[in-house]
């Protein structure tokens, strides 16, 4: 048999094979749902270390490159995409497997349909909110509503498979002057999430310390642990190995590839956090049953994080106005202690009239953190925290989600991190004098605003009589004015 013979017939085998050399003509989440064991944190494979805890496919760190990236897929010397179609001439940034940073991370955290044991933030249906995604950073989707809310409703990453534009009127970070260039410089998923994961948790038994690709005395050290699980769950970093930090959030130093040009390094390291591994699924009923919930245990420095782009949009401490001082910013941040007439109006508030709670009235609709009880100082922390922190999203009543003079304020005690159903990402309609009316209906009055059934979807499933009637704003329920 000749050479030429030889190399018809390997070829011939291979595209037989459905191009069984390699997975550059799948993408990340074929990867992931062909191997049951690492979508779903739920289930884990038996004689592994994949754990709820380990994460899924990142783990913490960065994930299998072709999950993301084509890397032999080309032909004449140019890449080919295997997002739109394979062996077409389109030719993916960074050869990624989308047409964009934030499209190839859509590919895995995206679907037409709401599922609770995957990780997606978004719902690419564009016209229905029946079967939004639940997780607490709110699902992109919002975004794509043709309602009165678009580009109004939360962080407008790009992602052109997807069919997300940029923002058109907010081109600063609102209290920043961070700016967003165009193309593949634009807003994008990794403009916040460091999608290999560099930054994590060392830790040496009693204490941990922030790790990363560039070290600077007193904030991040350098890189001597392998991560082995993801920070998102309340794994435990120990002399031997690290954790991811909290959703692959990027610490100090960190500016995305794409920015290279203009870059603008984060100053803050992130957050401290835990999440409960089932997180993306309805609320309905919490209101009579807070067991219902998905609560996230957040510890510290999420404002801190947010100010690396909204530089002055809060501020730790408040003085009034009008008694001399230069405030007329809401505090949040480590420093936005709540005071005794607001954590014990928190710890009573049901709803618009009823201060008669006892016990756990902690709800995810107006979350808080706890900076004072869990010692992080943006560079290092106590182990014994984590352990807290990742007790209470299990149900350990230890005192997380109570409220007390060691609670604080934070960004997203108001706001979701991705969208939400309300302007400016509220977690709430903040446009309205009611949430519900006199028949416990939710209220949207805006113009082009939201129906029932995208209300109920906005407050993740909730049904209004979880609120009662005449429902007012939920400042109330740390300021108590109703």
């Known amino acids: 048999m000749n050479r030429m013979k030889k190399w018809t017939m390997a070829a011939v085998f291979a595209l037989a094979a459905g191009n069984a050399w390699g997975q550059a003509a799948i993408t990340g989440k074929q990867v992931l749902q062909n191997n049951t064991n690492m979508w779903d944190p739920n289930r884990p494979t038996t004689g592994t270390e994949m754990t709820p805890t380990t994460g899924t496919f990142h783990a913490g760190g960065v994930a299998a490159c072709d999950g993301c990236h084509v890397m032999h897929n080309a032909s004449s010397g140019v890449a080919r995409s295997t997002r739109v179609a394979p062996w077409t001439n389109a030719v993916p940034a960074f050869l990624l497997q989308g047409s964009d940073q934030s499209s190839t991370c859509l590919n895995c955290h995206g679907d037409s349909t709401h599922n609770a044991n995957t990780p997606y933030v978004i719902t690419n249906t564009g016209t229905t909110v029946a079967q939004m995604n639940y997780s607490p950073g709110g699902d992109f989707g919002w975004l794509r509503e043709a309602t009165g809310y678009t580009e109004r409703s939360g962080h407008n990453v790009v992602a052109s498979d997807f069919s997300m534009a940029a923002d058109g009127t907010m081109t600063t970070a609102p209290g920043g002057t961070y700016r967003p260039g165009s193309g593949l410089a634009a807003f994008a998923c990794s403009s916040c999430h460091d999608p290999h994961g560099r930054f994590r948790m060392q830790g040496n038994g009693t204490r941990w310390n922030w790790a990363g690709p560039v070290v600077q005395a007193g904030l991040v050290d350098r890189i001597t642990q392998p991560i082995w699980a993801s920070g998102s769950y309340g794994a ?29 390094p984060f100053v803050s390291n992130p957050p401290v956090a835990v999440a409960p591994a089932g997180y993306n699924r309805s609320e309905a009923g919490a209101g009579a049953n807070k067991n219902l919930e998905v609560r996230v245990a957040y510890g510290a420095g999420m404002s801190e994080w947010c100010a690396n782009c909204h530089t002055n949009i809060h501020m730790d401490s408040y003085v009034s106005g009008a008694q001399g001082g230069t405030g007329l910013k809401h505090p949040a941040g480590a420093l936005a202690a709540l005071k005794p007439g607001q954590y014990n109006v928190y710890n009573t508030y049901i709803s618009s009239g009823r201060f008669d709670g006892t016990g756990d009235q902690y709800t995810s609709l107006v979350p808080f953190e706890n900076a004072a009880r869990i010692g992080y100082d943006g560079h290092s922390g106590n182990i014994a925290d984590l352990t807290a922190l990742a007790a209470a999203t299990t149900g350990a009543a230890n005192g997380i989600f109570v409220a007390s003079a060691q609670s604080n304020v934070m960004c997203l005690s108001c706001h979701r991190a991705h969208a939400s159903a309300f302007t400016s990402m509220v977690r709430w309609n903040p446009d309205d004098t009611f949430i519900t009316d006199s028949t416990a209906n939710f209220v949207d009055t805006k113009a082009g605003g939201r129906a029932a059934g995208a209300l109920k979807a906005g407050y993740y499933g909730r049904d209004p009589v979880d609120m009662g009637t005449y429902q007012r704003s939920l400042c109330n329920k740390c300021h108590g004015k109703d």
Request: aromatic share 10%; hydrophobic share 40%.
């Open 236 to 264: 435990i970093p120990d002399d031997t190995k690290a954790v991811g930090a909290y959703r692959l959030l990027a610490g100090v130093g960190y500016f995305p590839a794409s920015n290279i040009a203009s870059p603008t």
